[in-house]
Protein backbone atom coordinates (compact mmCIF):
# COMPACT_ATOMS: atom_id res chain seq x y z
CA UNK A 1 0.00 0.00 0.00
CA UNK A 2 1.61 3.41 -0.92
CA UNK A 3 0.74 6.01 1.90
CA UNK A 4 -0.52 9.09 0.72
CA UNK A 5 1.86 12.19 1.91
CA UNK A 6 -0.67 14.93 0.77
CA UNK A 7 -3.56 15.51 3.68
CA UNK A 8 -6.20 13.36 3.36
CA UNK A 9 -9.27 14.32 1.71
CA UNK A 10 -12.78 12.66 1.62
CA UNK A 11 -12.37 11.72 -2.11
CA UNK A 12 -9.66 10.08 -3.25
CA UNK A 13 -7.15 11.85 -5.31
CA UNK A 14 -6.90 11.12 -8.91
CA UNK A 15 -3.92 12.47 -10.78
CA UNK A 16 -3.21 11.95 -15.04
CA UNK A 17 0.37 12.08 -15.86
CA UNK A 18 0.06 12.41 -19.21
CA UNK A 19 2.85 12.40 -22.40
CA UNK A 20 3.98 11.15 -25.69
CA UNK A 21 6.34 8.13 -23.72
CA UNK A 22 7.83 7.39 -26.79
CA UNK A 23 9.72 5.42 -25.00
CA UNK A 24 9.45 5.87 -21.84
CA UNK A 25 12.80 7.02 -20.09
CA UNK A 26 14.19 6.47 -16.27
CA UNK A 27 13.47 9.93 -15.87
CA UNK A 28 9.32 9.36 -16.64
CA UNK A 29 9.88 6.71 -14.38
CA UNK A 30 11.28 8.40 -11.58
CA UNK A 31 8.50 11.40 -12.19
CA UNK A 32 5.81 8.32 -11.85
CA UNK A 33 7.07 6.89 -8.42
CA UNK A 34 6.96 10.07 -6.67
CA UNK A 35 3.36 11.04 -8.13
CA UNK A 36 2.41 7.30 -7.36
CA UNK A 37 3.33 8.67 -3.48
CA UNK A 38 1.20 11.83 -3.40
CA UNK A 39 -2.15 10.56 -5.36
CA UNK A 40 -4.35 7.64 -4.60
CA UNK A 41 -4.55 6.56 -8.64
CA UNK A 42 -2.28 8.22 -10.85
CA UNK A 43 -3.28 7.49 -14.63
CA UNK A 44 -0.14 7.47 -17.20
CA UNK A 45 -2.34 9.11 -20.29
CA UNK A 46 -0.42 7.63 -23.71
CA UNK A 47 -1.20 10.91 -26.59
CA UNK A 48 -2.54 9.06 -28.87
CA UNK A 49 -3.27 11.77 -32.07
CA UNK A 50 -0.03 13.55 -31.38
CA UNK A 51 1.72 16.39 -33.72
CA UNK A 52 5.09 14.97 -33.30
CA UNK A 53 6.09 13.37 -36.63
CA UNK A 54 7.44 9.67 -36.87
CA UNK A 55 6.76 8.26 -33.45
CA UNK A 56 9.15 5.13 -33.01
CA UNK A 57 6.62 3.05 -31.25
CA UNK A 58 2.85 2.57 -31.56
CA UNK A 59 0.92 3.86 -28.84
CA UNK A 60 -0.08 0.39 -27.85
CA UNK A 61 3.51 -0.67 -27.63
CA UNK A 62 3.97 2.40 -25.54
CA UNK A 63 1.20 1.52 -23.30
CA UNK A 64 2.65 -2.00 -23.08
CA UNK A 65 5.94 -0.68 -21.99
CA UNK A 66 3.74 1.48 -19.24
CA UNK A 67 2.52 -1.45 -18.02
CA UNK A 68 5.36 -3.47 -17.91
CA UNK A 69 7.30 -1.12 -16.17
CA UNK A 70 4.96 0.06 -13.48
CA UNK A 71 3.93 -3.85 -12.05
CA UNK A 72 5.28 -3.01 -9.02
CA UNK A 73 3.09 -0.07 -8.25
CA UNK A 74 -0.33 -0.75 -7.10
CA UNK A 75 -2.03 2.83 -7.95
CA UNK A 76 -1.01 3.15 -11.45
CA UNK A 77 -2.85 2.59 -14.87
CA UNK A 78 -2.26 3.13 -18.00
CA UNK A 79 -4.31 4.72 -21.16
CA UNK A 80 -4.78 6.46 -24.26
CA UNK A 81 -6.32 9.55 -24.78
CA UNK A 82 -7.28 11.23 -27.90
CA UNK A 83 -7.95 15.49 -27.99
CA UNK A 84 -7.93 17.70 -25.00
CA UNK A 85 -6.29 16.79 -22.03
CA UNK A 86 -8.47 18.12 -19.92
CA UNK A 87 -11.15 16.30 -21.40
CA UNK A 88 -9.72 13.23 -20.49
CA UNK A 89 -8.90 14.65 -17.09
CA UNK A 90 -12.80 15.46 -16.44
CA UNK A 91 -13.71 11.91 -17.83
CA UNK A 92 -11.85 10.28 -15.37
CA UNK A 93 -12.81 12.20 -12.46
CA UNK A 94 -9.40 14.14 -12.21
CA UNK A 95 -8.54 16.87 -9.95
CA UNK A 96 -4.70 17.30 -10.97
CA UNK A 97 -2.28 16.52 -14.15
CA UNK A 98 1.30 16.22 -13.67
CA UNK A 99 4.26 16.88 -14.96
CA UNK A 100 7.88 16.71 -15.02
CA UNK A 101 10.11 19.24 -15.15
CA UNK A 102 14.01 18.82 -15.63
CA UNK A 103 15.23 22.52 -16.48
CA UNK A 104 14.51 25.62 -16.83
CA UNK A 105 14.07 25.28 -20.44
CA UNK A 106 10.97 22.79 -19.62
CA UNK A 107 9.53 26.01 -17.68
CA UNK A 108 8.09 27.88 -20.38
CA UNK A 109 5.80 25.31 -22.32
CA UNK A 110 5.18 23.76 -19.50
CA UNK A 111 3.93 26.97 -17.96
CA UNK A 112 2.00 27.82 -21.48
CA UNK A 113 0.19 24.24 -20.99
CA UNK A 114 -0.67 24.74 -17.22
CA UNK A 115 -2.23 28.25 -17.65
CA UNK A 116 -4.20 27.06 -20.99
CA UNK A 117 -5.50 23.92 -19.39
CA UNK A 118 -6.36 26.03 -16.75
CA UNK A 119 -8.16 28.42 -19.13
CA UNK A 120 -10.47 25.56 -20.23
CA UNK A 121 -11.05 23.94 -16.91
CA UNK A 122 -10.20 26.06 -13.92
CA UNK A 123 -10.56 23.46 -11.34
CA UNK A 124 -7.90 20.90 -12.45
CA UNK A 125 -4.67 21.73 -10.86
CA UNK A 126 -0.96 21.12 -12.64
CA UNK A 127 1.60 19.57 -10.41
CA UNK A 128 4.77 19.67 -11.51
CA UNK A 129 7.81 17.12 -9.93
CA UNK A 130 11.50 16.82 -10.37
CA UNK A 131 12.77 14.02 -11.14
CA UNK A 132 16.84 12.45 -9.55
CA UNK A 133 18.99 14.59 -10.55
CA UNK A 134 20.90 12.23 -12.68
CA UNK A 135 18.22 12.13 -15.24
CA UNK A 136 17.67 16.06 -15.61
CA UNK A 137 19.42 15.20 -19.04
CA UNK A 138 17.23 12.55 -20.53
CA UNK A 139 14.64 13.42 -23.11
CA UNK A 140 12.78 10.47 -24.75
CA UNK A 141 13.99 11.98 -28.36
CA UNK A 142 17.60 12.23 -27.19
CA UNK A 143 17.17 8.01 -26.09
CA UNK A 144 15.91 7.32 -29.66
CA UNK A 145 18.46 9.46 -31.19
CA UNK A 146 21.74 7.47 -29.59
CA UNK A 147 19.86 4.41 -29.27
CA UNK A 148 20.04 4.57 -33.36
CA UNK A 149 23.11 5.31 -33.79
CA UNK A 150 24.22 2.06 -31.15
CA UNK A 151 25.09 4.26 -28.15
CA UNK A 152 24.31 2.43 -24.30
CA UNK A 153 21.42 4.24 -23.14
CA UNK A 154 20.78 1.36 -20.50
CA UNK A 155 21.41 3.46 -17.66
CA UNK A 156 18.61 5.25 -18.83
CA UNK A 157 15.97 3.46 -19.82
CA UNK A 158 14.01 0.68 -18.36
CA UNK A 159 15.40 -3.02 -18.92
CA UNK A 160 12.04 -3.73 -21.04
CA UNK A 161 12.24 -0.03 -23.03
CA UNK A 162 16.31 -1.16 -23.99
CA UNK A 163 14.91 -4.54 -25.25
CA UNK A 164 12.85 -2.81 -27.37
CA UNK A 165 15.16 -0.58 -28.65
CA UNK A 166 17.86 -3.43 -29.19
CA UNK A 167 14.96 -4.94 -31.49
CA UNK A 168 14.22 -2.15 -33.40
CA UNK A 169 17.78 -1.09 -34.40
CA UNK A 170 18.37 -4.78 -35.15
CA UNK A 171 15.19 -4.60 -37.80
CA UNK A 172 15.85 -1.14 -39.24
O1 LIG B 1 5.44 14.20 -23.56
P1 LIG B 1 4.92 15.42 -24.24
O2 LIG B 1 4.92 15.20 -25.73
O3 LIG B 1 5.66 16.67 -23.84
O4 LIG B 1 3.39 15.59 -23.77
C1 LIG B 1 2.59 16.64 -24.27
C2 LIG B 1 1.11 16.47 -23.87
C3 LIG B 1 0.60 15.11 -24.27
C4 LIG B 1 0.98 16.62 -22.39
C5 LIG B 1 0.32 17.61 -24.58
O5 LIG B 1 0.66 17.62 -25.93
C6 LIG B 1 -1.20 17.47 -24.45
O6 LIG B 1 -1.73 17.55 -23.37
N1 LIG B 1 -1.88 17.23 -25.58
C7 LIG B 1 -3.32 17.09 -25.63
C8 LIG B 1 -3.96 18.25 -26.36
C9 LIG B 1 -4.35 19.37 -25.40
O7 LIG B 1 -5.02 19.18 -24.41
N2 LIG B 1 -3.92 20.61 -25.73
C10 LIG B 1 -4.25 21.79 -24.94
C11 LIG B 1 -3.29 22.00 -23.78
S1 LIG B 1 -1.82 22.78 -24.31
Same mark, same amino acid.
Given at each position: MVERMLKPMSSPLIVIYPG?????TNGHLDVIARGAKLADELVIAVLR???? #?? #????VEEREEMLREATTHLPNISVAAFDGLLVDFARARGAQAVLRGI????DYEYELQMAMMNRKLEPSIETLFLMPAEKYTYVSSRLIKSVAKLGGDVSELVPPNVLARLKDRSRRA
Open positions: SFDPLNSSK #PD #PLFSRAIS
